[in-house]
């Protein structure tokens, strides 16, 4: 069965602290891996695709990593505004499955 | 460019009463179209998908239906809400297997 899960459910960071969300996975042919940022009230946002074992992408103090098995978002010296829900989201095929996400909460 | 819009983004309901909510696509053809659901402090529900015109999967039974009239319009309906259906109700495109892109979401509350 296709399953995404995502730790820790909730996380409070310093401003300045950085650290890891993480995203394990299994499914059957993966196509993608995929990070959202969601905001309390909007849609998710797109912020990364994933493809292959090894494979990194980097966006301002964001940087996105996948294995085999897990993808890693790493949060370099946060700021307030990064604080958000942040989903992920695995595609063997024409379906998306998301996992809870990880709720990221900044302190200035 | 590619754009999608949800509407409404609030919307208050008594039990019992009818529900359409509307989701378009514009700047692309053929797109996979999706309806998700988010209850306050969970995951993202997939509801319904559409590969094409008049073509529906529905992932979980329940009370609401989908519909794909035009190429890049997705309604999401009801002919009887109940409370349990309140939540985020969020429009998505994606094509060829690349990332969704999803629309502002519309908050429904069933009273």
């Known amino acids: 069965e296709d399953q995404v899960t995502q730790s820790p459910e909730a996380l409070r960071l310093q401003e300045g602290e950085s650290s890891s969300l993480n995203c394990s996975y299994t499914?059957?042919?993966?196509?993608?891996l995929f990070w959202y940022r969601q905001d309390p009230g909007k849609g998710p946002e797109f912020l990364f695709t994933?493809?292959?074992a090894g494979e990194e992408k980097e966006k301002e103090r964001l940087k996105a990593t996948l294995t085999k098995k897990e993808s890693f978002l790493h949060i370099t010296a946060p700021k307030p505004e990064d604080s958000a829900t942040y989903l992920c989201?695995?595609?063997?095929?024409?379906?998306?499955?998301f996992g809870t996400g990880t709720s990221l909460t900044v302190i200035p | 460019s590619q754009t999608i819009h949800q509407w409404p983004a609030t919307l208050v309901q008594p039990v019992g009463s009818p529900l359409s909510l509307e989701c378009t696509v514009e700047?692309?053809?053929?797109?996979?179209l999706y309806w998700y659901r988010q209850a306050a402090g969970r995951g993202l529900q997939l509801l319904f998908y559409?590969?094409?015109?008049?073509?529906i999967s529905s992932e979980v039974p329940q009370n609401l239906s989908a519909s794909r009239p035009q190429d890049r319009q997705f309604i999401l309906s009801s002919k009887k809400l109940l409370l349990s259906d309140s939540g985020f109700y969020l429009c998505?495109?994606?094509?060829?297997?690349?990332?969704?892109?999803f629309g502002s979401g519309t908050r429904l509350t069933v009273v």
């Open positions: 998505a495109w994606s094509s060829q297997g690349y990332g969704y892109t």
């Open positions: 499914v059957s042919g993966l196509r993608g």
């Open positions: 994933l493809y292959s």
């Open positions: 989201a695995v595609s063997p095929g024409n379906q998306f499955y």
């Open positions: 700047g692309t053809s053929n797109p996979n």
């Open positions: 559409s590969v094409g015109i008049g073509q």
